[in-house]
């Protein structure tokens, strides 16, 4: 519907565990985003790419590993997580204009993370 | 102060009803502004962009007051299918293409 998909939906892991989300854009954007929500806060942002380039680290702890093969595709690499990394998260792609302007950007459905 | 502040709600109306949220932002360099609507358990989605001589989209009209920096989401003849979190968006130049998000305003519609 928006052109932004993410697999998988649903995912369960265990702390010891290594599993990846993927997320594609089919709008022809140039950025690429990741966000964190959990339950009743609002939305985080992880990670930044335009144009490929990974252009902002929120903070993020080291155990996520983003990875933009292309301006389409975005993965984020998950390992040894903890519990209090259950979560949603969602990709967004968006066009940035010249001189970095922001237009509106467009989210996937999520990937509803548990981890136990 | 956090740098975009919403009411967080709840905003309960009965369906008909005209409910106005408002949002305040910090950054008065900031650009662009955006409302999305978020339903429970899903994704984001994009509600209207906010345009200094503001705008409307059938029942929705979006206001922005950049010497107040505020900006104002107004819902007429509300339905019960309204019901769902308003984020107000900002996004500013000096931060690249980042957006930030507030932390929603809760609207529910009752019959």
């Known amino acids: 519907e928006t052109g932004v998909t993410q697999t998988p939906r649903h995912l369960v892991m265990g702390m010891t565990n290594k599993k990846s989300l993927k997320c594609e854009q089919h709008?022809?954007?140039?950025?690429m985003y990741w966000y964190k929500q959990s339950a009743k806060k609002p939305l985080e942002l992880m990670f930044v790419?335009?144009?490929?380039?990974?252009?902002e680290n929120n903070s993020v702890p080291s155990r996520f590993s983003p990875e933009c093969p292309n301006s389409s595709h975005l993965f984020l690499h998950l390992h040894t997580l903890q519990p209090e990394d259950s979560a949603l998260y969602l990709c967004?792609?968006?066009?940035?204009?010249?001189?970095?302007?922001?237009?509106?950007?467009?989210f996937g459905p999520g990937t509803r993370l548990t981890v136990t | 102060r956090k740098e975009v502040e919403q009411d967080p709600g709840p905003f309960n109306v009965p369906e008909g009803a005209t409910v106005a949220f408002n949002c305040t932002y910090s950054?008065?360099?900031?650009?662009?502004f955006f409302w999305y609507r978020q339903d429970c358990r899903k994704e984001p989605k994009l509600l209207m962009s906010?345009?200094?001589s503001g705008n409307e989209d059938g029942r929705f009209t979006a206001q922005l007051n950049r010497a107040s920096q505020y900006i104002s989401l107004l819902i007429r003849d509300s339905k019960l299918s309204d019901s769902a979190t308003y984020l107000c968006v900002v996004s500013k130049i000096q931060y690249g293409n980042k957006l930030v998000f507030g932390a929603g305003t809760i609207l529910r519609v009752k019959s």
């Open positions: 967004a792609s968006s066009r940035v204009g010249e001189g970095g302007i922001s237009y509106e950007q467009y």
């Open positions: 709008l022809g954007h140039n950025a």
């Open positions: 790419y335009n144009f490929k380039e990974q252009t």
């Open positions: 906010v345009y200094s």
């Open positions: 950054n008065s360099a900031s650009q662009s």
